[in-house]
């Protein structure tokens, strides 16, 4: 009887094993999709045109995927010798290490020693929970032999070494490489290697930029277990003992640009990258970081001196409110005081530098190309390019006087009656001078003697939308944000070509590139006629409306632009090679400080700007040059510039312009 029970015993705990598992076989289903059809989530990488890393972008995980030819053999025997030095040899489970774990558990009382494979540690954390059952265990042990069946060794390793979390927010081996040494695969020594394939154990406990002498001490023992198999000799053993990597404690998104992430991820959004945060792109743009952080400082850089001005107005408004109580100071909300600059590759329309505030902790609105404001003054050379293109030339008298225009509104007869800034008038001015100290009655005179339908026709061949038809126009009352201005503003800096703006380069994904940039111009005026232009501008620079946007070493030309009442204060202007526009005014629309004009408050944002250009790119071309078919000739002591369209003026149309003055 004895014997025959024992014997029942022994059949039944041989077969319990096998009833057990054909019970978890039948009862549940194995879906290992997942990791066959293997897609993680992947960081998109943000790079400027010299390939500086940007910023990473990513929805949960930060994940950089490596392929298994990525990996060096060196770290998969790393990885080996501490997790799973029989890898290549069982098929997904080790029944050996198991047994040994099985008896240390069974003497414990508790579970104590898992003996997971790579495999089964693959499927914990990708199908499974962390939870220590056996039922658990058990699933495991048949997803790993399932799985084994599915891929092949490498393809294990890959998904794992891509899968599993290295601590500080890293998955994968590559992302953790890149993070903790800023180091390339194939870049890492035996140490930092070892160093990263100890982590996944514990990774909060050996992250290196936490507990740095822990990490250290666990990439030891990886290291002492693979000289202890024979993995390295002797010599490698000592020097890699000895070693003590530096490690970097970055942020995850290290973003050097918010505002072009932005820009980038407004754009990709609109070419239908649904993926974006999770598609693991490499998209080139067209910033240079280094002009990125001009431009941040010379942005920062106006923004302080016109802190630094308002704050002594107010001091004088506090003085005469001790002297008059009846005296009413300026109501200004300086909350609302706000800048934006946008700067171009003239040739390329490729933008170098975009910042759309002054801090963008405090706002991460992007004025640069979502701010919509009145230019102002900063639109006259539009008008003035049409009338040198018409014939016009910079010797072209212009009738600077106040005139009273009738109109209708809304069934009710008005009168506009326009002034210049300066509240004075010439009579008569060249064209030249009318635009260097932007004479507001000269240029409205202007736009009447080409004619409103006319000159509106001729203003098609900019491209520009929304344009008012009437008047008002020569006082720059379109709506228009600093990008917008940039782009036709091309105009003038290309000599004669528009060009369309560009921020994205190249996307790519798997080394496959899904887009790369097209380029976009457009035929404006001939380059002669464009350096004309040039001529008038760069004197504006020079002794005009904008002589505090002056770079020392280098000529530049552009166009103040300061709106009624002060609130919208621009520079838009050029060097030989770069484009740049600058904008400061309140986000109400409401006015800012008395004085403060396109010149003052953002032509030292410009010159500040091409300061720091210069010194980054000393060799870059400083002077405008003269093309083919220009004249210089001084006329009244001026200098002036004539080509086969633009005539010196004959006594006729001189006559004309007196006859309107008198």
Known sequence: MIKKFSLFLLMALFLTPFLVLGYYLTEYDYDISKLVDFNPPQTTRIYDKNGKKIANVFAKEHRYYATFEEIPPQLIEALLAIEDTSFFEHHGVNFDAIFRALIKDIKAGKMVEGASTITQQLVKNELLTREKKLSRKIKEVIYALKLERALSKKEILERYLNEIYFGHGYYGIKTAADGYFHKQLDELSLKEMAMLVGMPKAPSTYNPTKNYEISFGRANRVISRMYTLGWIDEKTYKKALMERPKVYDDTLTQNKAPFIVDEVARRVKKMGLSDFKTGGYDIYTSVDLKLQNAAKKALRYAYDKALVRIAHY?????????????????????????????????????????????????????????????????????????????GYSGATKLVDVARTYKYEKNGEDLKWRPKNYEKDYKGLISLREALIHSRNLATINLVNDIGLKTLLGELKKFGIKNLPHDLSIALGTISLSPLELAHYYTSFANHGMQMQPHLIMKIEKNSTTVYKKEERSRYVTSPQQAFLMTTILRDVVKRGTGRRAAVKGLEVAG?????????????????????????????????????????????????????????????IPRKFTMPPGVIKVKVDGVTEYFTDISKPPVKEREDEAEKLLF
């Open 559 to 619: 166009k103040t632009g300061t709106t009624n009442k002060s609130m919208d204060a621009w520079f838009a202007g050029y060097s030989p090679t770069v484009e740049t526009i600058v904008w400061f005014g309140n986000d109400d629309n409401t006015p800012m400080y008395k004085g403060e004009t396109g010149g003052r408050v953002s032509g030292p944002a410009f010159s500040k700007y091409y300061s720091q250009l210069l010194r980054l790119y000393p060799q």
């Open 314 to 390: 107010k001091e004088k408004e506090r003085q005469k409110m001790e002297k008059d109580p009846a005296y009413v100071p300026q109501d200004v909300n300086l909350s609302q005081f706000n800048g934006a600059l946008v700067s171009l590759d003239s040739k390329s329309g490729d933008i170098l530098a975009l910042v759309g505030s002054v801090d963008y902790k405090k706002s991460s609105y992007n004025r640069a190309t979502q701010g919509k404001r009145q230019p102002g003054s900063a639109f006259k050379p539009f008008i003035y390019q049409v009338a040198l293109d018409l």
